[in-house]
């Protein structure tokens, strides 16, 4: 477990004046968070480093980057984390009788539907798949972390050329050991997140980009916690969606300074590679929620139906909550004032009910 204490003991960051003496002074909320190893995740730690959280009343402990947003599920499941990011796992969870709600975006986009510019699919130099050309997949061995974004990432390219998962072979890979696969030869390609394909094109001679983003998918990434304790912390989870908001908006201003803090918290990561990265991620930095977001989550329920990946569908109204988010968006719009204004058919209130 990190917090803000040991990062400044420990030299990682010393952050003079940004706490205001009245925050240091009150009676601090602890709260356990959770993140997993993409960029996209970094709005997080950057709330604590910065100091948001304790300006926000909250004493925030960050637990270990996890590989993938099942580990950071089973997590929080078992009591590691009060709330964690995640995005595609959730669904697979709640389809198990987990109880999950989402709050927040993590990652993605409130003003259009689709939003994948931190996805990219990577190739080996021999692997005969043309660049740009996604029906030449067909037959190959692709990298994906099943039940992950990334897997339903390579799912809607499949679908876009024309071709079924039954076409290419699909192996279950954790991010971190994408690049390792690919530089053994053990695979074709790999569809992940960054900085994974960053990583990739650094460290695998000849290794190229296949595509990146494209609008194939809606990026799901949302701040997830159990029912339960989100009916009995309302004022916490507003502090803390404000706290991430306010990261989120000086990650969008200083990007090369955000990409530093992404080398702290995600193993191995080089700063060019970050830097890289966060030009991608800042794109879909949006914490606000509307009528995009549910329908995010609703066509990737759907897709993954439809495809024999997962058994059942569920209401995603059930396990999205936006009343905290939306009463951040309403007293604090400053937070979003660089954002571009979320469409009037898109956006939401406390009541709405989403009708795919």
């Known amino acids: 477990m990190i917090t803000r204490r040991?990062?400044?003991?420990?030299?990682?960051?010393?952050?003079?004046?940004?706490?205001?003496?009245?925050?240091?002074?009150?009676?601090?909320?602890?709260?356990?968070?959770?993140?997993?190893?993409?960029?996209?995740?970094?709005?997080?730690?950057?709330?604590?480093e910065r100091g948001f959280f304790e300006k926000a009343g909250l004493d925030v402990t960050i637990a270990r980057p996890y590989a993938t947003g099942v580990d950071a599920l089973n997590a929080l499941q078992a009591g590691e984390s009060e709330i964690v990011q995640v995005g595609v796992p959730m669904i697979g969870a709640v389809l198990r009788g987990m109880d999950l709600v989402a709050l927040g975006n993590y990652s993605g986009n409130a003003t259009r539907r689709g939003s994948d510019a931190t996805m990219a699919l990577i190739a080996r130099a021999d692997s005969g798949i043309d660049k740009g050309n996604l029906s030449s997949l067909k037959g190959k061995k692709i990298a994906a972390s099943f039940g992950t974004i990334n897997h339903l990432y390579i799912l809607a390219l499949l679908e876009k050329a024309g071709l079924a998962p039954a076409d290419v072979t699909l192996v279950n890979t954790p991010p971190p050991d994408m690049t390792v696969a690919l530089l053994a030869r053990g695979i074709d390609a790999f569809s992940g997140w960054d900085p994974w394909p960053i990583v990739a094109l650094k460290d695998v001679p000849g290794a190229y980009e296949v595509v990146r983003g494209g609008n194939v998918i809606s990026y799901v990434g949302f701040n997830v916690a159990l029912r339960p304790w989100i009916e009995r912390n309302g004022p916490t989870i507003e502090k803390f969606l404000a706290a991430v908001s306010e990261a989120d908006q000086w990650m969008r201003k200083n990007s090369k300074a955000a990409a530093q803090?992404?080398?702290?918290?995600?193993?191995?990561?080089?700063?060019?590679?970050?830097?890289?990265?966060?030009?991608?991620?800042?794109?879909?930095?949006?914490?606000?929620?509307?009528?995009?977001?549910?329908?995010?989550?609703?066509?990737?329920?759907?897709?993954?139906?439809?495809?024999?990946?997962?058994?059942?569908?569920?209401?995603?109204?059930?396990?999205?909550?936006?009343?905290?988010?939306?009463?951040?968006m309403a007293e604090q719009p400053g937070l979003f004032s660089d954002l571009p204004a979320i469409p009037a058919d898109a956006a939401i209130g406390p009541g709405f009910v989403f009708t795919p």
């Not at 040991?6 to 909320?29: E, K, S």
């Open 6 to 48: 040991t990062i400044v003991a420990g030299t990682l960051i010393a952050a003079p004046g940004l706490v205001p003496h009245w925050a240091q002074a009150q009676t601090m909320t602890k709260l356990k968070a959770g993140m997993v190893t993409g960029i996209d995740q970094i709005g997080l730690p950057i709330a604590l």
């Open 261 to 328: 803090v992404a080398t702290r918290w995600i193993p191995g990561l080089k700063a060019d590679v970050a830097e890289a990265a966060m030009e991608f991620n800042i794109q879909q930095a949006d914490r606000r929620l509307s009528a995009n977001n549910y329908r995010a989550l609703w066509s990737a329920v759907d897709r993954l139906h439809r495809l024999g990946f997962v058994r059942a569908t569920f209401d995603v109204n059930k396990h999205i909550e936006p009343r905290h988010m939306l009463k951040v």
